[in-house]
């Protein structure tokens, strides 16, 4: 619905009441999400990026299906 809204930021200054839904694992310089309890609202367009100060280091766009 091209509505931007932060869901989780790391480090973690999220609410907490999101903290039941997800998960943040370093390892080796990669960061993986876990996503728990995922409901058909969660269907759509996500952008990961990744930010050094103020510059975006790397972006991703990647679309979730919920089946």
């Given amino acids: 619905?091209?509505?931007?809204?932060?869901?989780?930021?790391?480090?973690?200054?999220?609410?907490?009441?999101?903290?039941?839904?997800?998960?943040?694992?370093?390892?080796?310089?990669?960061?993986t999400l876990g996503l728990k309890d995922i409901r058909l609202s969660d269907d759509g367009l996500y952008d990961c990026q990744v930010y050094k100060d103020q510059d975006c280091l790397h972006e991703t766009r990647f679309n979730l299906k919920v089946k």
């Fill in 1 to 31: 619905n091209n509505q931007d809204k932060d869901i989780m930021m790391y480090p973690d200054i999220s609410p907490a009441s999101e903290h039941q839904r997800w998960s943040v694992r370093k390892d080796a310089g990669n960061v």
